[in-house]
């Protein structure tokens, strides 16, 4: 071993040498210590030792922030921001009439609104100046309930009131003014209403522009119209000549206790009436008008509650001849009544009364039918006061007249309920919850035939027809099963013109001949065209299913063709 010297020392010690590149072992006894005096070139890496003890935990760090300086800004009704980075910006924008402006110093952003104009008021409110509202040539719409349109003022600045316009006078009657341009002043033409008024006039405009010189003139019932002025074409009196025809009627003229003379002299007419000594109505056991009696503005009264009676002779009848006879209450909380009472004869006599409310909201006029209608009718009104006779449904086998209506009543939809015989169940018709257009459907004059169904011409007209009874020969589009075209797409014309009438591929069909019993499996036959019970057997044959019988006599089937299908070899 030239390269290792063992050199031996005092006492139990033994100098080694080794040279490079060479290993040695040394094994000293458990109580000899070995000491390397230089060491040997680094060796290979022992292998990783065990596991050591977890050590204490450290004490809490500080507090760490979010590297995003937001993750999500969410608003109601809106997309989410969503931070796309740790350096992604959120850009703040102001929109119509609103600014943002932000302070660096406080770290503040300030939204603020630029509008100017009042809130249209949700609830009451009071304005706090003049305001303008700029219709930025759009019309502004009032809308109330389900009345649309009731008022609008269009973008030329044109008011439109579709429910009508009221004025309502305070202290005095209402006044509309309409003024002349503001270049020429602000004189106006004023069309004003009484302070006071018995009642309500309408007076209702002509529908066109009258000729030149014409004038409006009333009917009386507030129509007017225009009419020529009536000319003038009587020679005007001097006051003598008037004077001397007067005093020519009266003077002579003796009626009863009057006296009559004129005086040429001064123009005067001298009338003489006497002391009218026992004329008194009073003191008249049958007094008798000569003539017209006028009220002049006064009632016909009573004293002490007594009765106004008007008692015409024998079949006299009382006649009240005006286009407004009036029943006003004597005040308070009653009203005028008509009452119609029992035969005289009857003690005490009792009455059927006719009475209007308390309180009337506008005027109404209630017009009767002219005849006496059938038994069991009721009056009904068309909503503008002409009355008709009508037959009210009865509980029992009902008769309907014109037209039924079933409308929605209290949130609940309109329906037609049948019910079976127990009444237990019932079958209900009615329309969708949403119908575009009024639709009239049309029902056919009588019955079909057995399995037909009702069909529409798209007009509202319905008639029975057959299903799938388009034309007289349903055939196949294919011919036979021999001559290898019925091994793909199979279907059933439904017209004379494939691309016309179109071609069923699936579903119940009535085809021109009956093709075996009910629930019989159908095949491709080997007539063109045709659909039979029997399989086909011949050399060459398709033997493919095609669907079921439906019905023996009729020729309905459930056509539904197999996708596979077998070939017929000797």
Known sequence: MS?????????????????????????????????????????DTGATGATGATGATGPQGPAGTSPNAFTTISVAGQDDVVADSVDDTLTIEGGTNVTVTTNASSDTITIASTDTNTNIYGTDGSLTGNRTVDLNSNNLTFDSGSNSAVAQITSVGDGIFTRGLTVKGSGSGAQISLKEATSNGTNAVTVKAPDSLTSSPTFILPDSDGSANQVLKTDGSGNLSFVDQTTDTNTQLTTEQVQDIVGGMFTGNTETRIAATYEDSDGTIDLVVDDMTGTEVANDSSPQLGGDLDVNGNSIVSASGGNITIDPDGTGAIILRSDDIRFDGTGGVTTGQVKLYETSILSPQHFIAIQAPLSVTADTTLTLPDGAGSAGQ????????????????????????????????????????????????????KTPSVVSSNVDFILPGADGSAN??????????????????????????????????????????????????????????????????????????TTAGDITSTAPSGTGDIVRIVGYCLDASNGQIWFNPDGAFVEVTS
């Open 3 to 43: 390269d290792i010297t063992v050199t031996t020392q005092e006492g139990n010690s033994v100098e080694v040498t080794v040279s490079a590149s060479t290993s040695v072992d040394v094994t000293a006894p458990s109580d000899s210590p070995i000491t390397v005096s230089e060491k040997g070139p680094k060796g």
């Open 378 to 429: 009721v009056l009904s009104t068309n909503g503008s006061g002409t009355l008709s006779w009508t037959t009210v449904p009865t509980s029992n086998n009902p008769d309907f007249f014109g037209i039924l209506e079933l409308k929605t009543v209290g949130g609940t939809q309109g329906e037609f309920i049948l019910y079976d015989n127990d009444n237990s169940n019932y079958i209900s018709i």
């Open 452 to 525: 037909q169904v009702l069909k529409t011409d798209g007009g509202g007209n319905l008639s029975f027809d057959t299903v799938g009874d388009v034309i007289d020969n349903r055939k196949f589009t294919k011919t036979t099963n021999t001559d290898g075209t019925c091994d793909g797409l199979l279907g059933i014309a439904l017209g004379a013109s494939s691309d016309t009438n179109g071609v069923l591929l699936r579903g119940m069909v009535t085809i021109d001949h009956d093709p075996g019993a009910v629930g019989d499996v159908l095949f491709v036959s």
